[in-house]
């Protein structure tokens, strides 16, 4: 791996030893290997000395992976990608814009993110090139989430679906459990498993816990029911401000999930009672499965990477996953889903070339073979994808009679889809706010 | 930067700048000094003063007096950078929240620096010439060297809670269902969650009220003691009589020292609680204004509401120098 | 008691320049206090204050799976101890991995000119402001005294414009120097000033009519009588230094060349709080050198910040 992040103990020999195992497991040489054949990458042309910082919240082995996938790139244009990534950069790239210190490129995480650094004015738009990209590889919606009054500044990179139901195999075949067709058959399964309710097992396990984003795991059940309930339209409508939280429609979802998250009977497997949800890391969030405490954990595709190592993802594994059910069997599929967004605040031939590769479907295939994501790029090969679940992902987010949302609260104002709104989730859970005092406050924090 | 050096010849760098950075700095304030000492005689002393106060001066404009003054003209503008005249400060005053952010500080306020000296300084006297005496301070110091970040990681260890019939991760639920009690979610029940939290900041900052209070008390000449002792003081009134008299000074700095820390207390309640459960405070709730919500006038002004709480502490502190200032 | 009462109480005995023995007089006079019940109640004190530490300590040896399930006081019943988180925080290399030494070495290039730097201007202003006379010095070094309480948050904006845009090191090591140094003074001043200010009266105008200058004065008698109020005070400035998160998080850019300890360990919680095993271990690591620091500049404190002024 050529890269800052890869830096190597030498110290004892014993040390260097075991780091070259583990760089040998990361996939990683060191430098490009002489057989890299840039045939892919002569349309990006031929750079000296020239470096573009990469600003991003993706830290930990998705980062290596990521730095490993550009690899070949920098060893055939010359363009050297110093890669930052920390967990701080959502709120550190405001005061680095603001002091006019912003990097050249910053992966976003969400589009409100995205969206509020476009209307400071800190963004670039993106080149021709860039543009061209996206409109061949990404949907109208993708590209959309990336356009402001017809400016089009940043391509899609990455995705991930949102809205999987994780469940034990074994546990559903032991007892008889079917997978559920709809909303209705899901709360009738939950009921039933009620019925085996010890001290210790509940139907269901929940996490909000996530340090000072406490909460967002809240986000993702509302966002799951109110696209199901009131329909994509008013999703939007919810989405853009227009239709209040205090709503009959976004009551509604509210509701529903109100009659798993606060029924002591159905939560919190493994836990506690209700008000352990939110002490519960969304990453142990699921455990419980394991365990046999309980049965249903609501979590993203990316909880693939929080099962402990050896356990096997897949239909008949330890492990699997359907999506959340439709309300009724004639409503079409809807899935709700994050992403992230590649924006740049430097305009140079460099920092193009680097926003148009990662826009191409090379990057996309590069990136997916080295497992652990997905993305909603056309040219991407479902094969590719390094595990069963990556695979369902990817033909979800490809599926053409599909109806696909963005994470609401990535796309809310910041002040209530990175704040008010988790926040408003906690105090909902713990019982500080009922549903109408949550919905109403809510409102209130919208700029 | 060796943006591909491998760690040895990063080293070197680094080190390399270390002790440019150093040489530089000495240079620089050896080269002022001497300058200044070898000035004529005639404005000698204005010189010298400007070189012994300036550089201090210089920096502390650039870093925090200017954008201290920004803060305050940010705390009439919204968003936009509109001036709204007193809009932020009546948003505060009408957010339950907010009001919540406030009480809670001035309950720290009140807790923290009282508590820490008091323990600080009764741990100090209770070891004073006892046997082992580094080790105990070293002991109860130990907190001061770890970082806000060390802290919470230490802390989850103890306010963990698992649910009853479950194995107890936590030390304090752990001793509680030893004495037949129900575990408890100590973080997350308002109003307790709150004390939990300052437990911790007295936990860290005691360390720095006894290793200060500690020289003190060494410093209260032995004569006076032993003049009150051959007075018939039993030892409650020769510390009552001598030793707090003799240490005032620093119990005053460590006070307010600690009083400011706590005001501007962040990382605890970043860490352990998101600031979620009402346990907010104000430079809390300042970062997640300004830098979540990119609310930069709401965000300064809870800032000002800070200077506006420090001070009365400003104001005793000055009236103590002045005091001192006579003496002399 | 009132104020002037304690300040009687406390010149009842000035032996300047009589250098006493302090430790035998000391070990004639017996403190009563230091009772049974005091000693009791110091060993309650130092064990509750040890507890949570401890408990990092031991979680730190304790396999992965364990941490998770069971308390770490079932090490006593239930023995086993590992080494791979700190291996596992040490010697592996990648961006997944803790990569401790760099940052390690990037914490020490940080807090050593960062505590430097503020003390020793600090203890130059301090000076200043308690034995030259000029006119607004009570104003000023006022002025300097409030500014403790300006929140960085507020102050870390303007001052990362100045870095990238006036000076252009912006997430280098003499950016987070400098704001480091801005940050300490206040409080460096405000603690040093109160040492220097007791210093007598007479050893420096004594040395005034000798016709020393200023400069003289600072560096024969100032800095070698404040010696162990400068040492301890630095010991507090390292401390906060090594252990700050957020200005280090602005200033250092974040990268592996700059960022300290303390970043890296806010970040091992992992992006999804993977791998929590590594934290206690990882914790530990950068407990080490403020520990050596502290037991390094001990006797500082123990003789007393005032040792060789007013008090023999």
Redesign the interface.
């Given at each position: 791996m050529s890269s800052t992040l890869h830096r190597r103990w030498i110290l004892p020999a014993a040390a260097a030893s075991f780091a070259l195992v583990l760089a040998g497991c990361a996939g990683g040489g060191s430098g490009p290997s002489a057989d890299v054949d840039c045939a892919d990458y002569e349309q990006y042309g031929t750079f000296e000395n020239e470096s573009v910082e990469i600003y991003a919240t993706i830290i930990d082995v998705e980062a290596d992976q990521i730095v490993e996938s550009w690899a070949d790139f920098e060893a055939c244009t010359g363009i050297t990608i110093d890669y930052v990534g920390t967990q701080e950069a959502e709120t550190q790239i405001n005061v680095r814009a603001a002091a006019g210190d912003a990097p050249d490129i910053m992966i976003v995480p969400q589009p409100g993110l995205l969206q509020r650094l476009i209307a400071d004015g800190y963004v670039v738009p993106a080149a021709q090139s860039v543009e061209d990209n996206v409109d061949e590889f990404w949907s109208e919606s993708w590209k959309g989430y990336g356009t402001v009054d017809g400016t089009f500044y940043a391509a899609p990179l990455m995705a991930s679906v949102k809205g999987w139901v994780w469940y034990s195999p074994a546990d559903f075949e032991a007892n008889g459990y079917e997978v559920p067709e709809t909303w209705d058959d899901l709360m009738a399964l939950t009921e039933d498993m009620a019925a085996n309710n010890t001290a210790t097992y509940k139907p269901w396990c929940v996490g909000f816990g996530s340090g000072d984003a406490t909460g967002w795991p809240g986000t993702d059940w509302i966002e799951d029911l109110v696209l199901r309930t009131a329909g994509p339209e008013a999703y939007d409508q919810w989405v853009a401000g227009e239709l209040k939280f205090d709503s009959p429609e976004i009551r509604e979802a509210f509701d529903l999930a109100g009659e798993i998250l606060l029924n002591p009977d159905y939560v919190n497997g493994g836990f506690g009672g209700v008000d352990s949800i939110v002490s519960t890391t969304f990453n142990d969030g699921g455990l419980p499965i394991l365990d046999g405490n309980c049965s249903l954990h609501h979590q993203a595709s990316f909880y693939e990477a929080q099962w402990p190592e050896g356990t096997v993802v897949a239909p008949d594994g330890d492990v699997w996953a359907f999506i959340t059910p439709k309300m009724s069997a004639d409503d079409p599929e809807s899935v709700t889903g994050g992403g992230e967004f590649v924006a740049a605040f430097t305009e140079s031939d460099a920092v193009t070339a680097v926003q148009t590769y990662l826009s191409s479907d090379t990057w996309a295939n590069n990136r997916v073979a080295l497992g652990g994501v997905i993305s909603a790029n056309k040219g991407l090969d479902p094969e590719l994808a390094g595990s069963e679940l990556g695979k369902a992902s990817i033909e979800i987010l490809q599926g053409e009679d599909t109806v696909f949302r963005f994470d609401g609260s990535d796309l809310m104002p910041a002040a209530v889809g990175t704040s008010s709104f988790w926040t408003g989730m906690v105090d909902w859970i713990v019982g500080t706010r009922n549903t109408d005092e949550v919905l109403t406050f809510i409102d209130s924090t919208y700029p | 930067?060796?943006?591909?050096?491998?760690?040895?010849g990063?080293?070197w760098e680094?080190?390399g700048?270390?002790i440019i950075?150093?040489a530089a700095?000495a240079a620089v304030?050896g080269l002022i000094?001497?300058l200044?000492?070898k000035a004529p005689k005639r404005g000698?002393?204005v010189l010298?003063?400007v070189?012994?106060?300036a550089?201090?001066?210089i920096?502390?404009g650039?870093?925090?007096?200017?954008?201290?003054v920004?803060?305050a003209y940010l705390a009439f503008t919204n968003?936009t950078g509109e001036f709204i005249g007193l809009d932020n400060f009546v948003w505060m005053f009408t957010q339950p929240q907010i009001i919540t952010t406030l009480i809670n500080t001035l309950v720290w306020v009140a807790l923290v620096p009282t508590l820490s000296t008091a323990?600080g300084l009764?741990?100090a006297?209770?070891?004073?010439?006892?046997r082992g005496?580094?080790v105990?301070?070293?002991?109860?110091?130990?907190?001061?060297?770890?970082?806000?970040?060390?802290a919470g990681?230490?802390?989850r260890?103890?306010y963990e809670?698992?649910?009853?019939?479950?194995?107890?991760?936590?030390?304090l639920n752990?001793i509680i269902v030893w004495v037949g009690g129900e575990?408890q979610?100590f973080?997350?029940n308002?109003p307790w969650n709150t004390l939990f939290l300052i437990i911790v900041m007295i936990?860290i900052q005691?360390?720095?009220a006894m290793?200060?209070l500690?020289?003190?008390i060494?410093?209260?000449?032995?004569?006076?003691?032993?003049?009150s002792?051959l007075d018939g003081a039993?030892?409650?009134q020769?510390?009552?009589?001598?030793t707090?008299?003799?240490i005032?000074?620093?119990l005053v700095?460590v006070v307010t020292?600690i009083s400011?820390a706590t005001?501007?207390v962040?990382?605890i309640v970043?860490?352990m609680t998101?600031?979620?459960?009402?346990t907010s405070v104000i430079?809390n709730e300042?970062?997640?204004q300004?830098?979540?919500?990119?609310?930069y006038g709401q965000?300064?002004a809870l800032?000002l509401v800070?200077?506006i709480m420090?001070l009365p502490i400003?104001i005793y502190?000055?009236r103590v120098?002045?005091?001192?200032?006579e003496?002399? | 008691m009132s104020y002037a009462n304690a300040e009687a109480v406390a010149e009842l005995d000035e032996p300047i320049g009589q250098k006493g023995q302090p430790q035998s007089k000391a070990s004639r006079v017996k403190q009563r206090l230091t009772s049974r019940w005091a000693t009791a109640a110091a060993i309650v004190i130092a064990f509750i204050w040890t507890i949570p530490t401890f408990g990092l300590f031991v979680s730190s040896f304790r396999p992965a799976d364990d941490i998770r399930s069971s308390g770490w006081w079932t090490i006593f019943t239930n023995p086993a101890f590992t080494l791979e988180n700190y291996g596992d925080v040490l010697f592996t290399s990648g961006a997944s991995s803790a990569n401790l030494g760099s940052y390690f070495i990037n914490s020490l290039v940080v807090a050593i000119p960062a505590t430097l730097f503020p003390i020793a201007l600090a203890t130059m202003a301090a000076y200043a402001f308690a034995w030259i006379k000029f006119k607004g010095s009570a104003a000023i070094f006022v002025l300097i005294f409030a500014l403790q309480i300006v929140p960085l948050q507020m102050a870390l904006i303007p001052l990362l414009q100045i870095f990238s845009q006036v000076l252009g090191i912006s997430g280098s090591f003499p950016a987070v120097w400098i704001a480091h140094t801005i940050f300490g003074l206040p409080l460096c001043i405000f603690l040093l000033h109160n040492f220097i200010a007791e210093i007598p009266s007479e050893v420096i105008e004594a040395a005034k009519m000798d016709g020393a200058s200023n400069t003289q004065v600072f560096f024969r008698i100032i800095i070698p009588l404040a010696t162990p109020a400068i040492a301890s005070i630095a010991i507090f400035q390292f401390l906060w230094v090594w252990n700050d998160l957020l200005v280090a998080l602005v200033f250092s850019g974040g990268t592996v060349d700059v960022a300290p300890l303390t970043q890296r360990l806010a970040e091992l919680v992992g992006n999804f709080g993977r791998n929590q095993e590594r934290l206690p271990a990882a914790a530990f690591i950068s407990l080490i050198i403020p520990l050596i620091v502290f037991f390094g500049l001990q006797r500082y404190f123990v003789r007393g910040l005032l040792a060789g002024s007013t008090k023999g």
């Open positions: - | 930067m060796a943006a591909r050096g491998d760690f040895w990063g080293l680094k080190f700048i270390l950075g150093l700095f304030i000094l001497f200044v000492d000698r002393d010298q003063l070189a012994f106060v550089p201090a001066l920096l502390l650039v870093g925090l007096i200017y954008p201290a920004r803060t968003r323990i009764a741990y006297v209770f070891i004073d010439r006892s005496e580094k105990l301070k070293a002991l109860v110091f130990m907190p001061m060297a770890i970082s806000f970040v060390g990681i230490i802390w260890f103890v809670y698992r649910a009853e019939g479950f194995e107890q991760i936590g030390i752990q575990p979610q973080l997350i308002s936990w005691t360390g720095f290793v200060l500690s020289a003190a060494k410093g209260v000449p032995t004569e006076i003691i032993e003049a002792r039993n030892g409650w020769q510390f009552v009589n001598v707090i008299p003799g005032r000074p620093t700095v020292t400011i005001l501007k962040f990382d970043r860490t998101g600031g979620n459960y009402d430079a300042m970062y997640t300004a830098f979540n919500r990119g609310e965000g300064s800032a800070l200077f420090v400003v502190n000055v120098m002045r005091k001192q200032r003496i002399r | -």
